[in-house]
């Protein structure tokens, strides 16, 4: 069984439009995160949740929007995609609210803009 | 700036050599962990050291951390060519309560 799961694992797509990344954990855990690799490997965290709450939020463009409906799920929309978008996205999630506890991650969500 | 910094970038070993990896760090730490990613997939946890350890052993995978001179190394012993992947360390500051990654060591092991 996958233990978290994101969709799409590709995403092509045109300047200017906007697309939805989802993500999944069926590890019952507490936090869950999204974090950007660019193309030199760099993995950055942009937002983290804790039971459906946002405890994290870096200096994302507000293009950005996470949403968690329920704290296994946390989704990421973003608006009016650039060229900088692309890049891969990772879903992770860990037991309880600490950040020092070890994260799972999902395979990645390799956005591509043209 | 970011916390962690990997070295070497990139090593190339033979089958059954054995690979050190080392990161550095700046701010004080409460623990520090090293991840593998292999191409096209995402992280996964190896092995997590506390700030009042010195050395952690699993399996084939020996950490050590000095907190003195803000830095970790970790070596696999007796590579094989399914280790070849790239690590990261990844830092939980004592201020800041988030994790921050290195950019890694690009690992290849060849048969």
């Known amino acids: 069984d996958t233990a978290v799961s994101q969709t799409p694992k590709y995403l092509v797509t045109q300047m200017g439009n906007d697309k939805s990344i989802k993500c999944e954990q069926n590890l019952g855990h507490d936090t869950m995160y999204w974090y950007k690799q660019d193309s030199k490997k760099f993995l950055k965290i942009m937002f983290s949740y804790n039971n459906k709450e946002l405890i994290i939020n870096e200096t994302v463009p507000n293009r950005f929007s996470p949403k968690s409906p329920d704290k296994a799920h946390l989704n990421l929309h973003i608006n009016s995609l650039e060229l900088g978008d692309s890049a891969v996205y990772f879903c992770?999630?860990?037991?309880?609210?600490?950040?020092?506890?070890?994260?799972?991650f999902g395979d990645g969500t390799r956005l591509s803009i043209l | 700036s970011q916390q962690g910094e990997e070295d070497p970038q990139a090593l190339s070993i033979q089958e059954g050599e054995n690979a050190t990896m080392n990161c550095s760090y700046k701010?004080?730490?409460?623990?520090l962990q090293w991840y593998r990613q292999n191409s096209g997939r995402g992280l996964v946890h190896l092995i997590l050291?506390?700030?009042?350890?010195r050395e952690k052993h699993s399996g084939r995978l020996r950490v050590t951390l000095d907190t003195s001179k803000k830095s970790s190394s970790l070596l696999i012993t007796a590579s094989r060519a399914a280790d070849t992947a790239s690590y990261f360390c990844?830092?939980?500051?004592?201020?800041?309560?988030?994790?921050?990654f290195g950019q890694g060591t690009e690992l290849s092991v060849k048969p």
């Open positions: 992770a999630s860990s037991q309880g609210q600490g950040v020092g506890q070890p994260q799972h």
């Open positions: 990844a830092t939980d500051p004592q201020q800041g309560g988030k994790l921050i």
């Open positions: 701010t004080s730490i409460n623990n």
């Open positions: 050291i506390r700030s009042n350890e």
